[in-house]
């Protein structure tokens, strides 16, 4: 189990480094706005590519975390709007290219909920993937949530995905959530996918206290759903809607210093050219020795934030930040760290922060998370 533990960490590792150079390369070049409509739309064929095979590595890291127990469900505040206008946003061009029909059916009335966000949208994801796969060309799509007050101050939220695809074998209903099942068609020689999508949605969704079940007819269609419970949020919070078509401005973050220490070249360009977009000064060293030494040659104040990568030659980015964390100076415990890494592990984020790192920006990152991971620490 160790040995299996190191390796996937490894290979996330290993996967995650020329992920972060493709899907960030991809963002530069889309958010410079360079290049014909053509140009732009391959562009981003791109990285919606990357994005899926980033997604088949996180598939396979998630089912060791389950088999391992190691999968956590968080509870923070998050906007439902927000959560499905993310979803269609992620699978309308897609529907458009089939002339699939893809509708939301809503009904809620609360807008703000207490919950794991990423997980949910994880889960509907995986199902809307399926719908996508296995509904022929002028199909049809229907995702549906529907609130109902269960207790005061919780709602029961009841999602579904439904389709008028080829439908699932009353025999197969039950195999298709065990791991690396799939039902295989001889009519669909392009059948892709891991086969772990539906066994991990329905782990989730049992973490967060339902069950994942489906209704299924061949040739008729599909209904996956499952009801769960999360309490309302009813304090006001910033509703930030992502649009990775252009570059928020940041004022907060112009003129700031900032000193990275990052081994891979073309990460650490992408990284820069990232930052300078918010007119922020970057100063790259290549190991974790050399921003030790260069923190303790500057004056204090000198850099506002340090981004860290955590796998370098010399020193590692966890002995250095600990090492700058026991200098005898003032704004050695003061200066916010931050990991910037392809180390993904519950187990790697506890070693950051234990090693007196603040936070943890995971690779591949999107540039708006660069920047309100930056800016959280420097307000």
């Known amino acids: 189990s160790k040995v299996r533990s190191e390796f996937l960490s490894r290979m996330s590792h290993e996967i995650r480094t020329p992920l972060n150079a493709i899907i960030g390369l991809a963002n530069l070049m889309r958010l410079s706005g360079d290049g014909d409509p053509v140009t732009q739309k391959n562009i ?132 298709i959530f065990g791991s690396f099942e799939q039902v295989f068609r001889k009519s669909r020689s392009n059948q892709q996918g891991t086969g772990l999508g539906l066994a991990i949605s329905r782990n989730l969704v049992e973490l967060m206290g339902g069950i994942l079940s489906v209704r299924s007819e061949v040739e008729k269609g599909s209904e996956f759903f499952f009801t769960i419970k999360l309490p309302v949020y009813e304090k006001q919070f910033d509703e930030i809607l992502e649009n990775n078509n252009e570059v928020r401005i940041h004022s907060y973050l112009a003129g700031k210093n900032i000193l990275l220490a990052e081994d891979n070249d073309l990460n650490a360009e992408i990284a820069v050219t990232m930052l300078e977009m918010q007119g922020v000064h970057v100063e790259r060293v290549v190991n974790g020795q050399q921003a030790v030494d260069r923190f303790q040659e500057t004056l204090p104040g000198t850099y506002d934030l340090i981004l860290m990568d955590l796998q370098m030659p010399v020193k590692g980015g966890l002995e250095a930040a600990a090492e700058i964390r026991s200098l005898s100076r003032d704004d050695a415990q003061e200066i916010p760290v931050i990991a910037m890494t392809a180390n993904t592990l519950q187990e790697d984020r506890e070693k950051a922060l234990a090693a007196g790192m603040n936070a943890f920006i995971p690779k591949p990152f999107d540039v708006e998370q660069l920047y309100k991971s930056i800016e959280k620490f420097l307000h």
């Open 44 to 175: 981003s064929k791109i990285d919606s590519s990357a994005k899926f095979l980033l997604s088949i590595v996180n598939d396979i890291l998630d089912m060791s975390k389950i088999e391992s127990g190691k999968i956590q469900i968080e509870s923070r505040p998050f906007s439902m709007d927000n959560l499905l206008r993310q979803l269609s946003n992620i699978f309308l061009v897609m529907a458009e290219e089939r002339k699939i029909k893809l509708q939301f059916k809503c009904c809620f009335t609360h807008k703000n909920f207490v919950g794991d966000e990423l997980r949910l949208k994880q889960v509907l994801i995986n199902l809307l993937s399926n719908a996508h796969k296995f509904t022929e060309n002028n199909g049809e799509i229907t995702v549906t949530v529907l609130e109902s007050a269960a207790e005061e101050g919780v709602s029961e939220l009841r999602f579904s995905v439904c389709d008028t695809g080829i439908g699932i074998p009353e025999t197969d209903l039950e195999r």
